[in-house]
């Protein structure tokens, strides 16, 4: 938030943050510092690859890393950010509008980061900013990242598998860099479990509608305990932090969207389009119990794209659902961060999409309760998947 600046001593962190980009557009690197604002000891050096990007957007990263760090270290802290970026310290102050989609972008995430928090930004020369400036310098000239930490506790190790993590763009040099519609982050959650999961009957968009289980209820806890640290601490410092909660409206879904936004303070607003897909008259039975009643129909169903269940929905059908809710999605939350709360299928839907896939992309991933994935689309011109059925946070 924007304020007035006082000594330092009133400050616990000062901040500093300085970006470079050798090319502009180019190879870019970011550098934060976070010191002890009364005895001026360095507490954390982060230096961060982006890839492909601007001077703007790397001096943003760079501003974003250093407050990440500071807000470890005392989520309640009073902090001075010093950047020799007249831009980013103008904008982020409040006094210069922001046209650029990326800045934009990443102004929104600082601004989620900070979260009403007292946080003032102050112009320095570049000659002062030396300390983040060689961090930059650093992950530029080794393409990696680099995390320090000197007294609290033991050090944070690099994340490895951030170092060719583009903030804004797409990250691989092989995909088009050319994308003209804004970043839109998409965290994936499937329901946690319900009576008719846990023995194993089948449950879709029709027949009983249950609620999640004893068990199905702590796996919503695990994982909306685990999505609000998204952006903030953790393997998923370095994504966006979700400024919405979308969900299917069926019960299990719909509880577990409630858990994540009571977490993240946010609403839940319901998208029946990604509803599972329908079985019909086979649904609330087993694999074995609808084989029983129609082993022909089972049989040229399995891997059909056109064949559906008795009185249920083809992969045609529901495809054509799923892509509307996605088309209706991207363009509601343009250049935002959601959590979309839904199903086996919708998730694979969307997968689909994102690897431009075949039919087998609809029964292939494995899809397992209250499990995250991490997609990333640009509007039409390009997505990414950044992670599939990550379920580390339920151990």
């Keep these: 938030m924007p304020g007035g600046l006082g000594s330092p001593v009133t400050f616990k962190y000062i901040v500093e943050a300085d970006g470079g980009s050798r090319g502009n557009p180019g190879s870019a690197g970011s550098g934060a510092v976070v010191m002890d604002a009364q005895t001026g000891e360095i507490l954390a050096e982060i230096a961060k690859f982006i890839g492909v990007a601007t001077n703007n957007v790397a001096e943003y990263v760079a501003m974003i890393s250093g407050l990440t760090a500071a807000f470890e270290l005392d989520e309640a802290a009073k902090i001075l950010v010093r950047m020799d970026s007249k831009l980013v310290v103008e904008q982020m102050s409040g006094t210069w509008k922001i046209k650029h989609p990326d800045m934009q972008q990443l102004a929104i995430e600082a601004n989620h980061l900070i979260g009403g928090r007292e946080v003032v930004f102050q112009w320095i020369p570049r000659e002062e900013n030396f300390r983040a400036d060689a961090l930059a310098n650093k992950a530029m000239d080794e393409l990696a990242d680099s995390i320090s930490t000197f007294t609290q506790g033991s050090p944070m190790a690099p994340q490895a598998a951030v170092a060719e993590f583009n903030q804004v763009k797409p990250s691989s040099v092989r995909a088009p860099q050319k994308v003209t519609e804004p970043l839109t982050t998409i965290y994936l959650v499937r329901h946690g479990r319900t009576a008719l999961t846990e023995s194993k009957r089948i449950s879709g968009g029709d027949g009983d509608n249950p609620p999640l289980s004893s068990l199905g209820r ?122 979309m709360v839904s199903h086996t299928m919708p998730v694979r839907g969307i997968l689909r999409k994102v690897l431009e896939a075949g039919d087998s992309a609809y029964w292939r991933p494995q899809i397992a309760p209250c499990s995250l994935s991490i997609v990333r689309f640009w509007g039409e011109d390009y997505a990414e998947l950044v992670v599939a059925n990550s379920t580390s946070h339920l151990a």
Aim: with cysteine; proline share 7%; hydrophobic share 40%.
């Design 218 to 339: 702590q796996d919503a806890e695990c994982v909306a305990e685990f999505i609000s640290k998204i952006g903030k601490t953790g393997p998923y410092s370095h994504l966006p932090v979700p400024t919405a909660v979308l969900s299917s409206p069926m019960n299990r879904a719909h509880e577990t969207g409630m858990a994540i936004a009571s977490k993240l303070g946010l609403k839940v607003e319901n998208y029946p389009e990604f509803i599972e897909i329908h079985f019909g008259r086979w649904d609330g039975l087993t694999n074995e119990e609808a084989i029983a009643i129609s082993p022909e129909h089972f049989a040229k169903w399995q891997g059909s794209w056109n064949i559906a269940p008795p009185d249920g929905e083809s992969l045609e059908v529901f495809d054509e659902r799923i892509n509307a809710g996605l088309q209706r999605l991207l363009a509601t939350f343009a250049g935002q961060t959601v959590v």
